[in-house]
């Protein structure tokens, strides 16, 4: 009979963990494909202002608090208040007596007790001077000790960083970063772009230059997008506003994660980087 009750009593702990287990991969499982959508309204004319909403909740600018509860009443009662002046003169009365009689005990107090200070200070003075001289010297040798280490001349950086560039194994593992994050911006970019701007760099040239960019970005031909430059005007200005709208899944970012992890050429990068920080 007790072997049977234990066994029971095994069985419903083993079915309660299971259960928890269960809900709690059910729950990652909705975190990683349940998409999270995000909205923010940047806009420009005399003042900046920016908003971002994630999930329809508001994170930036955090709105301000209300307070629970109300003012504090104030409560007038007259005879109360004559009761308490009346207690507070007593007090002060006594109070001038007992200093009046404690002030003279203590300035002899007073001057025996600077006597000895001035005695300790003296001492002290002396044993900081010898402890602060010996420190500075110590601490001198610590710099430059740390200072013949780290020292590195710019000529061996540029080269190390040349030998770093041109090794194939490391321009592979940038591309594989490279075609990761466009993997992660083409599932979890912005969706939905609408735009109004008007701008000028005050150099018709430069502001040629800028257009010439903006007119490779997929989002300045769709037709929400409006971008205006102005090539007459002689200061700069940028006036206009952006919406943009979108959601992230997080299973997306894993994935790429995970593949960056699997592969050896960052796996060897991030170790290089490991032993230059030490």
Not at 138 to 151: R, T
Not at 180 to 190: D, F, S
Not at 229 to 249: C, K, M, N, S, T
């Amino acid at each position: 009979m007790m072997l049977e009750i234990l066994l029971l009593i095994l069985k419903i702990l083993a079915a309660v963990l299971l259960g928890i287990l269960g809900l709690f991969l059910c729950l990652v499982i909705l975190l990683m494909i349940f998409p999270i959508c995000y909205h923010v309204f940047v806009s420009y004319e005399s003042e900046l202002v920016c908003r971002v909403h994630v999930c329809g909740l508001q994170l930036y600018p955090k709105k301000e608090r209300r307070k629970l509860f109300g003012r504090k009443k104030v409560k007038h009662a007259t005879s109360d208040v004559a009761s308490e002046t009346k207690d507070k003169k007593t007090v002060a009365e006594t109070r001038d007596e007992a200093t009046n009689k404690s002030e003279n005990q203590v300035e002899h107090e007073e001057t025996s007790n600077i006597q000895d200070e001035n005695a300790k200070l003296e001492e002290n003075h002396t044993s900081q001077k010898h402890t602060s001289e010996k420190s500075s010297k110590v601490s001198k040798n610590k710099k430059e000790q740390k200072g013949a280490k780290k020292h590195v001349p710019l000529k061996e950086l540029l080269t190390q960083i040349k030998t770093e560039i041109q090794d194939t194994s490391n321009q592979q593992a940038l591309k594989h970063v490279g075609k990761e994050l466009l993997y992660i911006l083409r599932h979890c970019g912005p969706r939905r772009v609408k735009a109004d701007a008007a701008f000028s760099l005050g150099d018709p040239a430069n502001t040629g230059y800028v257009t010439a960019v903006l007119s490779v970005c997929p989002f300045s031909y769709h037709k929400r997008c409006s971008l205006s430059p102005d090539f007459e005007a002689e200061q700069l200005y940028i006036r206009g506003w952006i919406d943009i709208r979108g959601h992230v899944q997080l299973f997306f970012p894993c994935v790429s994660g995970v593949r960056l992890l699997m592969d050896r050429n960052i796996r060897s990068v991030l170790h290089k980087v490991q032993q230059i920080k030490k």
